[in-house]
């Protein structure tokens, strides 16, 4: 009895082992497509066995096996002979959020402080809030709107121990 190997038509990959059947006629060994005679090598772990038509081959295989690339997408390994990229991680990445709305970033003040932007008689004070009140959205990493916070903190309407926390990611 000859055994033979059974391989994807596809990847070449092992799938199984039989006994090859006989030529009713000659008594030779009936060989399948897609089946050898030579054996296969034994995979380790994160390993598979191809046979390329001419021998077997022990390739990566970390089918399944993903996580999350470096803008947040999720990747999964679908091919045998591909690694996972190792900037890959478990977890999504954080996302840091610098763009709030105009209320958000107001209520980052605090009450005195409001008190004293809004009663200010000083024209840039004056151009400072109405900026911050008339925009969209308030990105507490531009340059403006730190410049502005900066401002007021010259004038004196804003402590600077409070500068970090009115600029910090939206959590």
Do not use: C
Not at 1 to 20: F, K, L, N, R
Not at 39 to 50: E, G, H, R
Not at 99 to 115: I, V
């Amino acid at each position: 009895m000859t055994t033979i190997y059974h391989y994807q038509s596809d990847t070449g990959e092992y799938i199984s082992s039989g006994v090859a059947n006989k030529d009713p006629i000659d008594k030779l060994d009936l060989i399948p497509a897609n089946a050898t005679t030579l054996t296969p090598s034994t995979p380790s772990s994160n390993q598979a066995v191809v046979f390329n038509g001419v021998e077997w081959l022990l390739v990566a295989d970390h089918r399944g096996e993903g996580g999350y690339d470096e803008g947040g997408d999720y990747k999964e390994v679908t091919q045998l002979g591909v690694v996972p990229d190792s900037s890959w991680t478990n977890e999504p990445p954080t996302v840091v959020v610098t763009r709030m709305s105009s209320l958000t970033f107001l209520d980052r003040f605090t009450g005195t402080e409001q008190d004293a932007v809004i009663s200010s008689t000083i024209l840039d004070v004056k151009k400072i809030y109405g900026r911050m009140m008339g925009a969209d959205f308030i990105d507490t990493t531009d340059t403006d709107t730190i410049a502005g916070v900066d401002g007021l903190i010259a004038y004196g309407l804003v402590d600077s121990s409070h500068k970090a926390t009115i600029l910090a990611p939206a959590s």
